[in-house]
């Protein structure tokens, strides 16, 4: 069984910063892709960054230069920096991992709200 927790969601006014965590537990052999994905209200849930186990990246292009992705793998965790936040970025945002033998788990998603 493996789980993963999200945390450093919140309200934050246009132009600051959130810090998202999202680390995983359970039984875990290694882990491949560890990503953020947000889905805001009415809208298809999008891919916002991601790091590959060789440490390429990824990021949609609405983030680009805004968010970092990062990881540490002693501690199976997955971090968003969040800078230069706007109001467009209010969504639901989730963690995704995928892990070796276990397949792809979803966390349970943290509200971000950025206020004009």
């Known amino acids: 069984q493996v789980q993963l927790v999200e945390s450093g969601g919140g309200l934050v006014q246009a132009g600051g910063s959130l810090r998202l965590s999202c680390a995983a537990s359970?039984?875990?052999?290694?882990?491949?892709?560890m990503a953020w994905y947000r889905q805001a209200p009415g809208q298809q849930r999008e891919l916002v960054a991601a790091?590959?186990?060789?440490?390429?990246?990824n990021y949609a292009d609405s983030v680009k230069g805004r968010f970092t992705i990062s990881r540490d793998n002693a501690k199976n965790t997955v971090y968003l920096q969040m800078n230069s936040l706007k109001p467009e970025d209010t969504a639901t945002y989730y963690c995704?991992?995928?892990?070796?033998?276990?397949?792809?788990?979803w966390g349970q998603g943290t509200q971000v709200t950025v206020s004009s």
């Open positions: 359970g039984t875990i052999f290694s882990i491949n892709t």
């Open positions: 995704n991992v995928n892990f070796r033998l276990r397949g792809t788990y």
């Open positions: 790091m590959h186990s060789g440490g390429s990246t």
